[in-house]
């Protein structure tokens, strides 16, 4: 690396070796926080003094050698160049001087050290007679006393000699050798020289080796914030930064990175100090942002005079700021350093000393985890706590890890265990239910024993339920239902309510003389109650009854009143369920599109999934039949196949019905072939499943097995209970398997017996079965049974009903001879089924494969015979252009017009231009420039075509 910000000290160097060669002997401590670069420069010096003849003896401390009697002052005595001198036995004369004993005066020297300390000034003093000499000993900090003090003799008799002494020292706290140190300054020509970490300039310097001067600047900053400008961390972030050019050659990172060799330097940082220094980094990083001297003492046991001198070392080696290690990857890189037998008991003793000083439950839990146990009866109050708090701060895996470690530590606590578990379970599901599962036996066992409250039973039951579990279940709510008081009536709602939840999951019959309990009369009734049981009733009601102002001014004062969570999730859907079916899409996008969003906000991939999934409903619904697909596909990515559970069902019959919708019949079998859980053909989910598999079946000419599902649909339906056309209109599905096997009477009775049953008669449910309906009754009834169909299917919002419908409509005006009619609406049709994707499927209504005539009126390849000629002025014809226009637009004469309108006529078997074939427009380019100029989502009134 680049030898930065050291120009002043290289020329003050440079200056008092001249002096020294004038017979001025100098002497220069070079103090330095760690790894800030006093070796670097001790050998950047070296390598000049050589360069200009100069003798160089080097020598270096080491920790590992500070006991040893002359172990520094010994490499000087074997350098090469006092041999000579010493007359060749430097060993010798350390073997005869003996250890010196230890005393309270390091600067005092016994004989033996005198002795070996004459012989090596002597030495110098020839030496130096001849050539001039530089003594370079790094680290001083790690002398032995003999050493000490052989040096110190030399520097009060070597004063006129051409010497030039080289001292380094670490700055540690407390100071390594204060009284040698105190000695050696107050020696004649003795220097100080303090090495600072390097600034951002300095950085910029550096990192312009590796790129250029622009970049170097602005990357200077950041790689100034994580190593605080130590030379060594510096060194290790720019080798973990580097990437490899595509070109050949490396370059740095845009942003620094701290990884392996980073991590190395903070070990090489971390011990150079002693073991005083490193055991308070470390209480710095174990205590982080709760660091303080007192604390830390405690963690250490030192006193917080001795921490507070030791912080100031780290301050100055940037290594700390503020109270707390520089940056994230120092202070992880420090707790790295832990002993694994001691990691535990250190961070179980610092979440006591957090949780005794008040700090906030999160900081003392994430203690408790590392340290993986909670002993103590105060901690999983606590974990339950930080629990709550990592959830606020969206951090729901920290969340999962507190609830795990409480369970594990409350077996003493049955009741405790238990709340926990539920806890748990319910943190889990936001997740991935399949994660949850393991908990659901003990959680039936605690309700059972009476350790957790009656109503967690509905919690527990639909996530049974969810798994395939449908008797436990069962026995949960029934339980739950035997321990509600009937006679009193502040608990008779509750009643009431749970049943309509029971029957809205499919567990239950409905109980006679109880289908008036969700009317709007009894909505001010279930206020009090839980908010799920409380819609589940409404949409109960509006399904039986038809949705009427009341209940969606109740679902929207609901929906808009609560947050997501673990409580409310049912009570989100149900309520956008009750907007769905009555009809008011917009709104419920913009609910779900919001819930959505805390969702994602609160990493619950659960919750985003069937939310994905009720809007995936929507786009269908409103027609939108590509997002709708899009949709269903995301939710089903969410999470994995077995989470889902049964509630599979769900999304894939979305996606079914949208790619059936939209002809992709070979994507839909793809979904069909997909195994999907027997459990879930119990419920709901299944219902919905059957549906829109038995119109893929329909759509693909499969009509047997479309029949089987959709009776199937029915015989569930009456079993549960939940045989409600606006549900699962299996009446009007079937009856279109019969129009496919030509049994319009039998199609006809189904429809009629829908349009009798409750809540029939809503917008969506009523236009279906009157679609339907139109295709079995006689030619002549069919345009007003589709144009009521019609404008409620306007008003329910279902543009893909719509353009079916009006496609119908147009067939009949068009056997009725009504031409003009059936061109107008089989344009609307048109219009309606291109906003949607459906055109392949509108056109197969509109133009039928079977030889039949056509509601435009010409036969089934009447216009394959015209040639392009005359195609092209039949299509300009046909979107009432005048002859002189077409023949303007295609550049012949009008004659000419004429002439190929005639041939177009009689190949046609039409009599004028109004009966020409609206599809033409489909054949020909041109007729996208003649377009009608509305807006491409309209919806036309209907009185245009009547």
Known sequence: MLFAERDFEMALLRNLYSKSE?????????????????????????????????????????????????????QVLHHQELQPALGGDAYALLAQAPAPAEGPDPVTMQQTTAQLARALCGALLELTAQRHVVLSIDDIQHADESTLQILLFLLRRLRSERLLVLLSECQVSPPAHPTFRAELLRQPNSHRIQLLPLTVAGITEVLAEYVDELTAARLAPAYSEVSGGNPLLLSGLIEDAMVQQPGGGRTLAARPVAKESFQQAVFACLYRWDESTIEVARGLALLGGHASPSLIGQVTGMKSAQVEQIMGVLTHSRF???????????????????????SGRMHLHAARLLHD???????????????????????VPVLQDACAQALSEERVDLAVECLELARCSCDDDPQRAALVTLSLARLKWRRDPSAAACHLTPLKEALVAGLLQDRDAITVARYLLWHSRVENAQELLARLESVVDTSDPSTAADLGSLEDLQHWLRLDPVPAGRDGAGTPAAISLFVAQPAELTTSSVLASALRDGPDGAAVHWA????????????????????????????????????????????????????????????????????????????????????????????????????????????????ASRVVRRAVPKAMFQGLYGLKYLHARGHHYLATNRLQAALSDFRRCGDLARDWTLDLPALVPWRSDLAQVQLGMDRPEAAHGMVVEQLSLPGADSPR????????LAATECLKQRPGLLREAIGLLQE?????????????????????????????????????????????????VLYPSDGAPRPDGAPTDAVDTLSDAERRVAALAATEHTNREIARKLYITTSTVEQHLTRVYRKLNVKRRSDLPLRLRDREPLVADNAVGRSKGALPPESVAS
């Open 22 to 74: 004038q017979g001025k002997a100098q002497t220069v401590l070079v103090e330095a926080p760690v790894a800030c670069g006093k070796t670097a420069l001790l050998h950047r010096f070296a390598e000049q003094a050589e360069e200009t003849g100069a003798v160089v003896l080097t020598a270096t401390g080491s920790r590992a050698e500070q006991t040893h009697p002359f172990g520094l002052i010994s």
């Open 320 to 342: 700390q700021r503020g109270g707390r290690l520089r940056h994230p990857a120092v202070n992880a890189a420090v707790l790295n350093t832990l002993p694994l037998d001691d």
């Open 357 to 379: 000083c008040g700090a906030d439950p999160l900081s003392v839990a994430e203690h408790l985890i590392t340290a993986g146990n909670a002993p103590d009866t105060w901690a």
């Open 556 to 667: 929207e004062s609901v929906l808009s009143s609560i947050s997501l969570g673990d409580t409310t999730i049912g009570t989100v859907q149900f309520g956008l369920s009750l907007l769905l079916h009555a009809g008011r899409l917009d709104r419920a996008t913009a609910a779900c599109l919001g819930f959505l969003a805390e969702a994602r906000a609160s990493g619950a991939n659960t919750w985003q999934a069937l939310l994905t999934a009720i809007h995936a409903e929507i786009a269908l619904r409103q027609g939108d039949l590509p997002a709708a697909e899009e949709r269903a596909v995301q939710a089903l990515g969410l999470i994995s196949a077995h989470g889902w559970g049964v509630a599979i069902g769900y999304p894939l019959a979305v996606q079914l019905l949208a790619q059936t919708a939209m002809s992709k019949h070979e994507d």
């Open 765 to 772: 449910t009523r236009g279906i079965s009157l679609r339907v």
């Open 796 to 844: 329910s919002g279902d543009r893909c009903e719509l353009a079916l419908t009006r496609a119908q409509l147009s067939r009949a005006h068009h056997e009725l001879g009504e031409f003009n009619r059936a061109r107008m609406m089989g344009q609307l049709a048109m219009q309606v089924a291109e906003d949607c994707g459906m055109e392949t499927l509108c056109r197969q």
